[in-house]
């Protein structure tokens, strides 16, 4: 099991930026990191993940380009970089974790949690 604790989310004018941090505890040789968000009265939704194993990422297409997941191995620790914020960005941001590869985007897969943080944009 891996314990994940977030930083703290902030608040954003539309195009600005925020990076996010999330520090995990255990062993994550060969899972799947990846950042969730959900706002208020939608469904639970995967933004970004990467594969421990190999590196690979994975974008919503909501996020390509404006997005960069990473994750420091020497230090446990991913990373969300959000960059051109916009209003609809704003959501609860969760770190996930699964020990298995990244092709699953269904939040219930994932085992293991953050408490979340609140990412907040103003228009």
């Known amino acids: 099991q891996v314990q994940l604790v977030e930083s703290e989310g902030g608040s954003v004018q539309a195009g600005g930026s925020l990076k996010l941090s999330c520090a995990a505890s255990g062993r994550i040789s060969g899972y799947c990191m990846a950042w969730f968000r959900q706002a208020p009265g939608k469904e639970r939704t995967r933004v970004a993940a990467?594969?421990?194993?190999?590196?690979?990422?994975y974008y919503a297409d909501s996020v390509k380009g404006r997005f960069t997941i990473s994750l420091e191995n020497a230090k446990n620790t991913l990373y969300l970089q959000m960059n051109a914020l916009k209003p609809e960005d704003t959501a609860i941001y969760y770190c996930?974790?699964?020990?298995?590869?990244?092709?699953?985007?269904?939040?219930?897969?994932?085992?293991?949690w953050g408490k979340g943080t609140q990412v907040t944009v103003s228009s």
């Open positions: 996930a974790a699964m020990f298995r590869s990244c092709w699953v985007e269904n939040p219930s897969e994932y085992t293991d």
């Open positions: 990467v594969y421990q194993s190999s590196g690979n990422t």
